[in-house]
C-alpha cells in the first residue's frame, strides 16, 4: 500500500510521496509506469519526500522516465505546500535537501510560495557542458542541413540550453529541444527552453525537459531563461513568464545573487496505490 498525493503548478504535475509516516523502499516504485497518463496517475515528476539531518526535509526528483534530477523549482513549491497542509511543520520558511543542494521555501500565501534556486553556475565542467571555453553563446548543430543553433548554457543546479525564437507556438519543441537534450555536449542530457521576449519585463516560454518532454511549464527552466534574457537581451531584473496555463515571476539581481522564483502550487487529490 502506497499513499501518495497529485499536486500542479501550471499544468506542471507531481506525485508527492512522502517515506516519513510510511516505510517504502523508492526502487520498489513503478516510476515510469505511474507517470503514464493512460495506464498510471500521470506526472511530470515523482517527489519522494525523505527526513533529513541537514535541512527540515529531504526531497529527491525522479523525471516521468525514472531518471533523476538534481533540482525542481515548481516541484519544491508543491513540497513545502504538502508538508505544510499535512501538518508535518508550522513552518512558513523551510529548508529542503535535493540532490543540487539546500533549498529556501517562503510560504508567503496560498497563492504566493517563493524559493530561493540558488546562484547560477557558467562553468562547463559543473553544468556539465562540453566545450572548449566559457562564452555568452554557445552554437550547435543538430543536422547537417540546417544552421547550427545559438543559445545560452547554465545550471540552475540542474542543466539549461536557452533558445530566444521569435515565436513559441511556432517553435519545433519536440524536434529541437529531444536532439539537443540528447547531444552528445550534454553528458547528463539537459533541459531546453524556447523563449520568445515580449519586452524587457515579460517572454513566454515553452520547455523540453530531459526524462519528460514538452512539459506546461519547469520553474529551473524560467529561472534559467530569465538569465540568458537579463545576460543576453536586455531583459528586467524582475521577469514574468507566461507558460500555458498561467504566469511565474522570477528576480533575479546579478550573477552573484541568487534567483527567486514565486509562484503557486495545488493539490489535486490524495489517494492509495
Not at 525542481?72 to 535535493?98: D, I
Not at 539546500?102 to 546562484?119: A, F, K, L, P, R
Request: aromatic content about 8%; overall charge neutral.
Amino acid at each position: 500500500m502506497l499513499k501518495f498525493c497529485k499536486m500542479q503548478d501550471l499544468g506542471n504535475d507531481f506525485m508527492i510521496i512522502e517515506a516519513i509516516h510510511q516505510t517504502i523502499d523508492i526502487k520498489n516504485i513503478p516510476i515510469s509506469l505511474l507517470s503514464d497518463r493512460h495506464r498510471g496517475i500521470g506526472f511530470d515528476q515523482l517527489l519522494f519526500i525523505t527526513s533529513s539531518s541537514h535541512a527540515d526535509f529531504a526531497c529527491r526528483i525522479f523525471n516521468a522516465d525514472g531518471s533523476e534530477a538534481e533540482q525542481c523549482g515548481n516541484g519544491m513549491r508543491c513540497v513545502a505546500r504538502f508538508v505544510q497542509e499535512e501538518q508535518f511543520t508550522k513552518k512558513k520558511s523551510l529548508t529542503l535537501e535535493t540532490l543540487s543542494g539546500i533549498v529556501n521555501v517562503i510560504i508567503h500565501s496560498y497563492n504566493h510560495i517563493e524559493v530561493n534556486m540558488g546562484i547560477p553556475c557558467f562553468e562547463p565542467e559543473k553544468i556539465p557542458f562540453i566545450t572548449k571555453k566559457i562564452a555568452a553563446h554557445y552554437e550547435l548543430s543538430i543536422h547537417p542541413e540546417v544552421p547550427p543553433l545559438q543559445f545560452t548554457v547554465l545550471s540552475m543546479g540542474n542543466p539549461h540550453a536557452i533558445l530566444h525564437v521569435p515565436a513559441v507556438k511556432e517553435a519545433s519543441v519536440a524536434e529541437i529541444g529531444s536532439k539537443i537534450s540528447l547531444h552528445p555536449a550534454f553528458p547528463k542530457g539537459t533541459n531546453v527552453g524556447f523563449m520568445e521576449i515580449i519586452n524587457s519585463q515579460k517572454i513566454r516560454l515553452r520547455t523540453y525537459e530531459r526524462g519528460v518532454g514538452e512539459t506546461f511549464a519547469c520553474g529551473s527552466n524560467a529561472c534559467a531563461a530569465v538569465v540568458a534574457g537579463i545576460l543576453n537581451h536586455g531583459l528586467e531584473r524582475q521577469v514574468s513568464i507566461e507558460l500555458a496555463y498561467g504566469s511565474l515571476l522570477v528576480e533575479w539581481r546579478g550573477k552573484n545573487s541568487p534567483l527567486l522564483l514565486g509562484g503557486a502550487a495545488t493539490r489535486i487529490f490524495s489517494g492509495i496505490y
